[in-house]
T-cell receptor, first 113, second 110 residues
Framework: DAGITQSPRHKVTETGTPVTLRCHQT?????MYWYRQDPGHGLRLIHY???????DKGEVSDGYSVSRSKTEDFLLTLESATSSQTSVYFC????????????FGQGTRLTVV | AQRVTQPEKLLSVFKGAPVELKCNYS??????LFWYVQYSRQRLQLLLR??SRESIKGFTADLNKGETSFHLKKPFAQEEDSAMYYC????????????FGAGTRLAVHP
């Protein structure tokens, strides 16, 4: 398995609380991504990073922010969790270049009650 | 806008039967297409990519630009093929961001 780990693996939180998910890689890949997985939607991109301190929004970025202060860490923050953010969150990494493979973390199951 | 469509949520077959998981895409340029698979309790992993024209675990997929399709095929399904399959598209200059279809669950029965 590629060296990519997510923490926590499971979390239950209350509506309105902030939540931070962490993605850590040991592969030194330049690009990092956060996706959410929902039935009927597949995986949708939340935010991505193309370098340290370089991030941009994806398809479903509302209510989320990210930070990348080091190559190896990419943090996803739900500023004020809502029930619609209950989902499975996947971090992924890839090298620069065309047709490169994306490597995925194990996923974080987040439940907002 | 780029889009990937997988019309089947569930495909149920018996062991030894042929399998075809459909994938259609919309993109005006030259797409980069992939199939990712997620086995139970495992992380998502690459199955194959169109540029490689390879066969992995007996699966093949051919890019048909005229029909904008990238269907995944296997002549004889095995029980261990049961998984969730995602077709995904990437594009030049897009930082390798992936646009996924909704996924098809393949169930292979003994």
């Amino acid at each position: 398995d590629a060296g990519i780990t997510q923490s926590p693996r499971h979390k239950v939180t209350e509506t309105g609380t902030p939540v931070t998910l962490r993605c850590h890689q040991t592969e030194n890949h330049r690009y990092m991504y956060w996706y959410r997985q929902d039935p009927g939607h597949g995986l949708r991109l939340i935010h991505y990073s193309y370098g340290v301190k370089d991030t941009d929004k994806g398809e479903v970025s509302d209510g989320y922010s990210v930070s990348r202060s080091k190559t190896e860490d990419f943090l996803l923050t739900l500023e004020s969790a809502t029930s619609s953010q209950t989902s499975v969150y996947f971090c992924a990494i890839s090298e620069a270049g065309r047709n490169t493979e994306a490597f995925f973390g194990q996923g974080t199951r987040l439940t907002v009650v | 806008a780029q889009r990937v469509t997988q019309p089947e949520k569930l495909l149920s077959v018996f062991k030894g039967a042929p399998v075809e998981l459909k994938c259609n895409y919309s993109y005006s340029g030259s797409p980069e297409l992939f199939w990712y698979v997620q086995y139970s309790r495992q992380r998502l992993q690459l199955l194959l990519r169109h540029i490689s024209r390879e066969s992995i675990k007996g699966f093949t997929a051919d890019l048909n630009k005229g029909e904008t399709s990238f269907h995944l095929k296997k002549p004889f399904a095995q029980e261990e093929d049961s998984a969730m399959y995602y077709c995904a598209l990437s594009f030049s200059g897009g930082y390798n961001k992936l646009i996924f279809g909704a996924g098809t669950r393949l169930a292979v029965h003994p």
